[in-house]
């Protein structure tokens, strides 16, 4: 039987860490949600993805740095797509409660659409 589950249900209480949780495994795709409060990626680290990621910010706040100096802030209902190999880290999350991003991870080529 179909059902409806929640994105912000299940969120523990107490969070040392970064909370991921996956909602679909496929051949080539990947979708998960993040759950962060506070934290960032450890100093000197960076992700170097095999996959490209879309993200989606739904709660709180987040910043991220990308390798070459560029910084974005991301907002609720902000979204991102970060293409495989471009490295990046999470610079900071919001302290006061939760992060919340929808991420989906991929391969293959990519298309963006563009402003006519």
């Not at 409060?37 to 960076?46: K, L």
């Not at 390798?67 to 999350?93: K, N, Q, S, Y």
Request: glycine share 8%; with cysteine.
């Amino acid at each position: 039987m179909l059902s409806a589950d929640n994105l912000f249900t299940d969120i523990p209480g107490e969070m040392p860490d970064e909370v991921c949780t996956p909602i679909i495994r496929a051949d080539s795709v990947r979708i998960e949600r993040i759950v962060s409060r506070g934290q960032a990626s450890p100093p000197g680290f960076w992700y170097d993805q095999e996959t490209n990621e879309w993200v989606l910010l739904v709660k709180g706040s987040a910043l991220l740095r990308f390798f070459d100096g560029r910084e974005i802030a991301l907002t609720p209902g902000d979204h991102l797509l970060i293409p495989r190999h471009v490295r990046h880290r999470v610079e900071r999350t919001a302290p006061e409660g939760e992060t919340v991003w929808l991420a989906v991870h991929y391969g293959g080529e990519t298309s963006v659409p563009t402003e006519a």
